[in-house]
């Protein structure tokens, strides 16, 4: 059973670089069959889509983050990686790690998130 | 962008009763939308996917209908573990994929 644990920092400083990690287990980030993404869900709020990647680096983003926003693969440790540049504390957020079905738009499995605190 | 609305934002009901959940499109998504279980702590769980298939392992108590713009999330009748928050999520004009909201669906 495909599992997504994500990983890094739980507190980053205010106009630094947010990074997380996402590992994948019980199945391969190398299939042609799916992209892998990022979502995330202010405290208390609902969820936004930041960002999805394939295993050769085709990837797509939120316009609204999409400047701000690097996603990676690292198909020979079976990991893909945010990184969210300039952050503020509007980013405070669980981030979670998500697989998408190619040509489909759903997301399943999730990770089970982490949160991260943007604060000095 | 296409924005989706969730109503009602709270649905206060009890055990055994029928729940009706409903998401509004911005513009026509045809039949590409699913619904999402949110429980407290947990990530979002995926129930229903093309308006209206089930995934894997969800009971049949939860159906989904609707397409275009007006979508509605059924739970036939409520079990304890059914008490969470629910998202809708367009998948059919991206990027982005855009959410609803959540409607809260709290036991009365």
Redesign the interface.
Known sequence: QLQLQESGPGLVKPSETLSLTCTVSGGSISSSSYYWGWIRQPPGKGLEWIGSIYYSGNAYYNPSLKSRVTLSVDTSKNQFSLKLSSVTAADTAVFYCVRRILGRGWFDPWGQGTLVTVSS | ?IVMTQSPATLSLSPGERATLSCRASQSVSS?L?W?QQKPG?????LI?GASTR?TGIPARFSGSGSGTEFTLTISSLQSEDFAVY?C????N?????????TKLEIK
């Open positions: 962008e590409n699913a999402y947990q990530a979002p769980r995926l996917y995934a998202y999520q367009q998948y059919n991206w990027p982005p994929y855009t959410f609803g909201q959540g």
